[in-house]
């Protein structure tokens, strides 16, 4: 099954989805765009970032540029979208990050933030499919089924 942009704008909160996983290889970037304008028009805040213009997912998210992501991150008093892009450098499990993030995203008493992690299928199954990982089965597919 197909999701659109409208879809998933219309349901995400509704069903608390909260982690959201992309295979990077079957995610059109016009869906990150058409779903972030549906968004906005909807009064949801919106954030995106590129991990890979990063060295590292720990030079993404405390670079100075990202302060406003970062603070959407810790700030779930009203509607969020957050597109993680191409954010691989969270898969190792090595990367302690991950699992501040995990803390952050999933024990919230509310469900206004929704983080779409958009990833390589090797990077993807690494970081929800792997017993020892942060995220370990705590994400919701909407691409193809991202098992080994």
Not at 54 to 74: G, K, M, P, V, W
Not at 87 to 115: E, F, G, I, M
């Amino acid at each position: 099954m197909r999701i659109t942009a409208e879809r998933f704008i219309d349901c995400a909160w509704i069903l608390d989805l909260r982690i959201i996983s992309a295979d990077s290889s079957l995610m059109d970037h016009r869906f990150i765009n058409e779903a972030s304008k549906l968004a906005k028009a909807k009064e949801i805040d919106v954030q995106y970032l590129d991990f890979s213009r990063y060295n590292s997912a720990e030079e993404a998210l405390t670079s100075h540029d990202n302060a406003d992501f970062r603070n959407a991150i810790e700030d779930g008093t009203k509607p969020r979208l957050l597109w993680f892009d191409n954010c691989d450098s969270l898969a190792p499990l090595s990367c302690a990050l991950t699992y501040s993030l995990r803390s952050v995203l999933t024990t919230r008493l509310t469900n206004n933030v929704q983080s779409v992690f958009i990833a390589k299928k090797t990077s993807l199954n690494l970081m929800f499919n792997n017993h020892d990982a942060a995220f370990y089965q705590s994400n919701s597919p909407i691409t193809e089924h991202q098992w080994l």
